[in-house]
């Protein structure tokens, strides 16, 4: 369970809030690995290539873009993570609050690392969330102007052995959107359904149109069951987990309404009788598992309609929506759904091929 993160940390005062002291003027940047990121307007997108190198990729790795843009802070790190153990992010962390900048974290207590017992011996605040259910998010809020968000866990894994989308969005609405959800956990320790309900919608038109949602407060299942019910000409989806049968049938009304619907599956776990696989195979849609057996299909994103991205650390499950701590982002931009629907097309391309070689890896 969660106790032996407790008990890994508690000598460096990585206890609650009320434990730890409240010098929180530290904090520091990280790089990150894969593919660099292209502005859209101000918006930038990184997508992980396990197992590619930069020469291959022709990008920055994603864990170096991570780094580097944590090291622009000039004020303020606040980070809710999942899991962090990649070390340029501590490193990054540490310089940060050595020059001065605030950073305090919110973490899963589920998942100690060396690097999160190193931030804490720095003595830079770290709140735990010590339910049997998961504090799931991957977001950072820097200065209160920018949010980096997706489904990229802070970690070596993350970047190296999982397929993973990130983006940053320069916004101080949206960053003060962030920036409200982190203190509710950070100062209230407001976990889960303990967490105030926002006034919704939260809807912004600049830098993108983006409408932002946290599980389990906001009605997140009700909006994508809208988002998926207009859908016009196509739905497409990367599903680590899918197993929340209402967007299960919502999908499969749409593919009767002659919606084309295509999706690749993270194969673990898509054998089993509460993943919609089967179901959307058996319906005979364009439906197929990752192929790559080295690596995790860790995404979380749906496109509709080649214009509408949705995207965030929720996946598409029952805990995501009832009990986990989530993010999500309604994205409504063609040229940055272009941007996914390239690593869509990737992805999709290779569980095609891998399925007609019968190389796909089995599922468990």
């Known amino acids: 369970m969660k106790r032996p993160f407790i008990a890994l940390l508690s000598s ?11 010098d929180q003027h530290d904090a520091s940047p990280p790089p990150s690995q894969t593919p660099s990121a292209e502005p859209v307007q101000d918006v930038s997108v990184w997508f992980t290539r396990p197992g ?11 864990y170096q873009a991570l780094c580097h843009w944590l090291d622009q802070a000039r004020s303020s790190l606040d980070i809710a993570a999942f899991e962090l153990d990649l070390p340029c992010v501590a490193e990054s962390l540490l310089k940060a609050k050595t ?17 999160l017992k190193q931030i804490a ?24 102007q920018s949010v980096w968000t997706g489904s990229l866990n802070f970690t070596v894994n993350g970047v190296e052995r999982n397929h993973n989308n990130a983006l940053a969005l320069n916004s101080a609405e949206i960053a003060r959107l962030y920036q409200s959800e982190f203190e509710e956990m950070f100062l209230e320790q407001a ?20 409408e932002v949602l946290f599980a389990p407060e906001d009605p997140i299942q009700s909006r994508l069951l809208d988002v998926i019910k207009a859908a016009k000409t196509s739905i497409r989806f990367l599903a680590f987990s899918f ?28 054998g089993t009788r509460y993943s919609e696989y089967g179901i959307f195979k058996k319906a005979k849609l364009d439906v197929y598992k990752d192929d790559d057996t080295r690596v995790i299909l860790h995404h979380k994103v749906l496109i509709i309609d080649d214009q509408i991205v949705v995207t965030g650390s929720y996946n598409f499950s029952r805990n995501a929506g009832s009990s986990n701590d989530e993010n999500l982002l309604i994205l ?14 990737r992805l999709y391309q290779r569980a095609v091929s891998a399925e007609s070689a019968g190389h796909v890896k089995k599922s468990r």
């Open 332 to 345: 409504n931009d063609a040229a940055l759904a272009e941007r996914y629907l390239a690593e869509f097309t």
């Open 121 to 144: 011996a720095a003595k830079i605040p770290i709140v735990g969330d010590e339910r049997s259910a998961f504090m799931h998010n991957k977001f950072i809020v820097r200065d209160q």
């Open 191 to 210: 976990f889960g359904p303990r967490s105030p309900r926002q006034n919704l919608p939260q809807i912004f038109e600049k830098p993108i149109k983006a």
């Open 243 to 270: 197993t929340d049968d209402q967007l299960g049938k919502a999908m499969l009304e749409r593919a009767k309404a002659g919606v084309k619907v295509s999706g690749v599956f993270e194969s673990t776990g898509s």
């Open 52 to 62: 590619e190198t930069p020469e291959q990729t022709q990008a920055e790795p994603v």
């Open 12 to 22: 460096f005062c990585l206890l609650l809030l009320s434990a730890c002291p409240q």
């Open 99 to 115: 020059r001065g900048v605030k950073v305090r974290l919110v973490v899963d207590t589920e998942n100690p690392s060396p690097e």
